[in-house]
């Protein structure tokens, strides 16, 4: 019998292609998503309801009605600068919420959890790359959010028996457009969409501050593709099942780019030139985030695929240029980077 599986946020970027990995994997899926960036979202291999995970009735009803195995947890309001501006409203959706998701689960007997953390939790890194043990500083309210979730799930897996996985997540990126699945968030925020809209829109792109404290005056991050992270999500599951513990883990390429060094990129891939601007600082940006992987390799046997930077763009070129094609729910996962030549 079928492993059900639900995911919240599953509609959204990373939990649509984490849910449609786990169908192919032959897992039974239930998505809770509230669509709070109108993105477009009629996928075959999943159960759909459109809620917020706050309404109490919906998760007793879900939690009755079906035998849930595990829960995804991606719902969450992703702006680090709206955090910054919108306190309030962040903790109520990422901390309050999820605390609410988390109690109604064990009162329905449910212990597997696997939680879409963020990097935002290091603040600004004393050292480069970061590893787990690095300190808890972070600057945002929305890394505040994210680490506030992480101690609360510590604190019940002590005395809960819950057991859980925190992913750590870099700098989310690419696309499968070959699958109708891609970054849609309205509005975007996000440098990779951003970049490429601007490209072909002949739009100006604009750069969030020059004064960084990196080669050229522009932040450093690290991109890992959309589908090595929800690979990540399996290969959690599966920790949780065979060990019956809980970790954390970082999820990146161990590879930093510049703002400028993914313009150029940007520029290579879609053999056009790109107008930008310089503007002032985001509120809540720091200078340099690289990660450390080790730790997720060596336990998990997590290994990114498809995280060269040349291939994650030119993924997103193509689902930012509508180059989609019909979902084929027996679709294969071979071969995937066939998809983009």
């Known amino acids: 019998m079928y492993k059900t599986i639900l995911i919240t946020g599953g509609a959204g970027y990373i939990g649509s292609h984490t849910s449609y990995l786990l169908n192919q994997l032959g897992y039974k899926i239930i998505i809770i998503d509230k669509f709070v960036h109108n993105q477009n979202f009629n996928q ?22 079906n035998k849930i195995h595990a829960i995804m947890h991606f719902a969450a309001f992703i702006e680090v600068g709206e955090s910054v501006k919108k306190p309030k409203e962040f903790y109520e959706n990422n901390v309050s919420k999820t605390l609410n998701l988390l109690n109604t689960m064990l009162i329905f007997g449910i212990n597997k959890f696997i939680f879409s953390s963020s990097c935002a939790i290091y603040g600004n890194p004393t050292n480069i790359p ?7 500083a972070p600057i945002s309210p929305y890394g ?3 680490l506030c979730v992480e101690f609360i799930l510590q604190d019940y897996a002590k005395t809960y028996d819950l057991k859980y996985v925190s992913l750590r997540y870099f700098n989310a990126a690419g696309a499968l457009p070959k699958y109708n699945l891609g970054e849609q968030h309205d509005p975007e925020t996000h440098i990779i969409p951003l970049m490429l809209r601007a490209i072909k829109n002949n739009d100006v792109f604009k750069i969030f501050g020059s004064d960084y404290k990196t080669n050229d005056g522009t ?3 690290d991109y890992i593709h959309v589908l090595d992270i929800a690979q990540a999500h399996i290969l959690a599951l599966k920790y949780i099942e065979e060990r019956n513990q809980s970790n954390s883990f970082n999820l990146g390429s161990e590879k930093g780019y510049s703002v400028k060094e993914m313009i ?22 720091v200078d340099v985030l690289i990660a450390d992987s080790t730790k997720i390799k060596t336990i998990l046997g997590w290994k990114p695929k498809y995280s060269d930077l040349k291939f994650i763009l030119k993924s997103a070129w193509k689902w930012e240029c509508k180059n989609i ?7 294969s ?4 980077k066939t998809m983009y030549n």
Do not use: T
């Open 325 to 331: 094609f019909p979902m084929k729910k027996s679709a």
């Open 219 to 221: 932040c450093i991050r």
């Open 144 to 146: 505040k959010n994210k």
């Open 264 to 285: 150029q990129e940007a520029e290579n891939i879609c053999n056009k030139k790109m107008n930008s601007k310089i503007y002032d600082r985001r509120p809540g940006d």
């Open 333 to 336: 996962l071979k071969n995937l």
């Open 44 to 65: 075959p291999w999943a159960k759909l309801i459109k809620a917020d995970i706050a309404d109490q009735n919906i998760l007793n009803q879900v939690f009755a009605e």
């Open 130 to 136: 970061i590893d787990e043990n690095h300190q808890f």
